[in-house]
């Protein structure tokens, strides 16, 4: 079944979904663990991914918006992020208010019914023109708001998104990489006595222009929980 844009009930409904649980979704604090990998063949069938590095971070949602403290770089403080390999941000909310967004203009299509997280979902394929795009890519100094093209996956109970992908398309010719591309996937966990659906788990791929070189990073997160003012943030058990 076609849809296309504010025409479908469907993600009217995930829309409103998202956005009336992002208005009372409660500030909290997660742990973030990201492994960065590098390779020369990602796109030649035959990859053979070689780890750089093991990045941790606390992430605090805090009245909407998303900040990072206590970074590690295997394990050492650092204040450059992006001194080795790459980086990405917004898994939480922005992310996916960016998709969903009516100023996006989305075109969303190929709805069909699937199983994921052992739940029943809509998937819809999707497209996001570069006008209207902010999904943000920053290399080497330079960003730009691509084009892109992805799939969605919508709980049928809930309304709630359970998977996000995007891939970008149309990069510019001088733009230091020629492909990037996104997930990220969410599930049910407890913060305090309420049950949210929030990210455990998000993948990039970026690959240099006209070259076989790749990096990727696969990210997780854990131990989410209730933040305040007053909060100490420790985590129990090893960072990776």
């Known amino acids: 079944m076609p849809a296309s844009g504010n025409a479908d009930d469907v993600i009217d409904q995930a829309?409103?979904?998202?956005?009336?649980f992002s208005e009372t979704l409660p500030n909290y604090v997660v742990k973030q663990i990201t492994n960065r990998y590098a390779t020369g063949g990602a796109r030649g069938g035959r990859t053979s991914w070689q780890?750089?590095?093991?990045?941790?971070?606390?992430?605090?949602?805090?009245d909407g918006k998303e900040r990072y403290q206590n970074l590690l770089v295997?394990?050492?403080p650092t204040s450059n992020i992006e001194q080795s390999g790459s980086w990405s941000e917004g898994e939480f909310a922005s992310m996916l208010q960016a998709v969903l967004s009516p100023a996006t203009n989305a075109d969303f299509r190929n709805q069909r019914s699937v199983t994921i997280l052992n739940r029943t979902a809509w998937r819809y394929d999707y497209s996001v023109e570069q006008p209207r795009s902010t999904w943000t890519l920053k290399v080497d100094g330079r960003s730009i708001n691509p084009a892109y093209t992805g799939s969605i996956w919508i709980d049928k109970a809930t309304y709630r998104v359970l998977r996000i992908e995007l891939a970008s398309k149309n990069l510019p010719r001088d733009f230091p990489i020629d492909d990037a591309e996104s997930s990220?996937?969410?599930?049910f966990v407890m913060i305090g006595d309420q049950k949210v659906l929030l990210p455990s788990q998000s993948d990039n791929l970026s690959c240099t222009r006209g070259t076989p070189d790749c990096s990727k990073n696969h990210v997780e997160f854990h131990n989410y929980k209730k933040y305040g003012a007053e909060t100490n943030i420790t985590f129990e058990g090893p960072a990776n």
Do not use: H, K, P
Not at 15 to 20: G, W
Not at 184 to 187: G, K, L, M, P, V
């Open 15 to 20: 829309r409103e979904a998202a956005f009336s």
């Open 51 to 62: 780890q750089l590095d093991i990045v941790t971070t606390d992430v605090i949602y805090e």
């Open 74 to 76: 295997n394990g050492r």
């Open 184 to 187: 990220i996937d969410y599930d």
